[in-house]
């Protein structure tokens, strides 16, 4: 059996060597490093794939966020919703640009921020909601659109794990993530489902203003050379990590049907299990059967147990060379960071609860039956004891 990996870069590597390793030589030789024209290629094929008016690449996917948000116009002391479960990138630049970040709680199901809880947090400051696709599964965007109409509200979705996931609204059209809010970020961190070779992010927009004021904020907030009209930043994507993308973007449904397909196969070992709870499949225009609808691009394949030592499994699944991982150990709002008076700990009971649960497979494009056979034998020979 091949070594398992948390994630299998170099097998994923081997199958577009031929079409990458020129297309690196290439740029190198042309010395078009920044801002050449494989970054435009790439973004035009990027908005071609996503359905979106605008793709904006710049350098991580924090930064995007951060861009994104920049572009908005927020304020400090504008009050900014989001998930308690998830990345730290996501309240970070929120409380790097002084806005407040307001966490709230997800959905004990599919770990998505709980509309419940944004509309309990909205006030007369609130200005944005940040929902992300966490572990690549698909926020209720039609909700979250509809408080954010009421209560004139913008929506910077964090689309960081869920590039190439689906989203069906209640009248059956679909539209992918990141293609929905007022704004979205991606990130292309090599680990990602659509990752490049070193870092890389983008932001989309279907809103033209709001696009050409990113532009001008990604390049030092200039809209004509040497003239600076806002303060801006230095993030780019650089045409190295372009060509690797658009090497890689014809490929991504294939990459998240191999992911959908290694879910599958893991639901099936543990399905109803008393003590495994394998991860939900929307409802909403999903047959259960994310091959069909794409609603789950399973960046993460996460179970949440219930009465299992989950850290004990940890270590029994690593002492037996199957890598795994707790995202996400501790709820932001605990961190000393993000520490806020505000915050009570009764509205945190989902996440408080998850951090203890929930615990990561291995999940990636390269895994092979054999492999996954092993890895769920070994969940079940420590759980079942
Ligand atoms: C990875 C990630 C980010 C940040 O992306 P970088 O490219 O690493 O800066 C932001 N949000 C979420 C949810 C992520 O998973």
């Known amino acids: 059996m091949k070594k398992i990996q948390m994630v299998d870069l170099k097998g994923q590597y081997a199958a577009i060597k031929d079409v990458v ?3 690196i030589q290439e740029v190198i030789e042309t010395t078009a490093f920044i801002n050449g024209p494989k970054v435009h290629e790439f973004q035009k094929n990027l908005e071609n794939y996503l359905g979106v008016k605008h793709v904006i690449p710049c350098a991580n996917g924090t930064d995007a966020l951060q861009i994104a ?36 709680d997800v959905n004990p199901d599919d770990f998505n921020i709980s509309v419940e809880a944004i509309k309990k947090a909205i006030t007369p400051k609130t200005k944005a ?23 004139n509200l913008y929506v910077i979705e964090d689309n960081a794990q869920g590039i190439g996931a689906n989203y069906t609204f209640s009248n059956g059209n679909k539209a992918k993530t990141g293609t929905i809010g007022h704004v979205a970020s991606t990130s292309f961190f090599p680990s990602k489902n659509l990752g490049c070779y070193g870092d890389g992010g983008a932001i989309f927009t279907n809103d033209d203003d709001l696009a050409h004021i990113i532009r001008g904020i990604v390049n030092h907030g200039m809209y ?12 780019r994507l650089d045409s190295i990590q372009a060509v690797v993308l658009d090497a890689k973007l014809p490929h991504l449904d294939t990459y998240n049907k191999a992911r959908q397909k290694a879910a599958s196969k893991y639901d099936k070992a543990f399905q109803n299990h008393p003590k ?9 225009g999903c047959s259960g059967n994310c091959d069909t609808c794409d609603c789950h691009v399973f960046h993460q394949y996460t179970l949440k147990l219930s009465g299992v030592d989950r850290d004990g499994l940890v270590k029994f699944l690593n002492a037996n060379d199957i890598p795994c991982g707790v995202y996400y150990p501790i ?18 009971t ?10 990561s497979l291995p999940m990636h494009t390269e895994l092979d039956d054999e492999q996954i056979d092993f890895i769920t034998s070994k969940v079940l020979e420590f759980i079942d004891g």
């Open 21 to 23: 390793d020129p297309a």
């Open 69 to 104: 948000m920049m572009g908005l116009g927020l304020k400090p002391g504008d009050e900014v919703i989001t998930a308690d479960f998830t990345f730290a990138a996501t309240v970070e630049v929120i409380a790097l640009l002084q806005l407040t970040p307001v966490l709230v």
């Open 129 to 151: 909601i940040v929902p992300v696709h966490l572990f690549g599964q698909a926020a209720d965007m039609e909700s979250i659109m509809e408080i954010a109409n009421e209560h």
């Open 224 to 235: 004509e050379r040497y003239h600076h009209d806002v303060v801006g930043v230095n993030s």
């Open 276 to 284: 495994i709870e394998t991860p939900f499949r929307k409802s909403n």
């Open 331 to 348: 709820p932001l709002h605990k961190q000393k960071a993000y520490l806020d008076e505000r915050y009570n700990e009764a509205d945190f």
């Open 350 to 359: 989902v996440t408080n609860q998850l951090v203890k649960e929930v615990v």
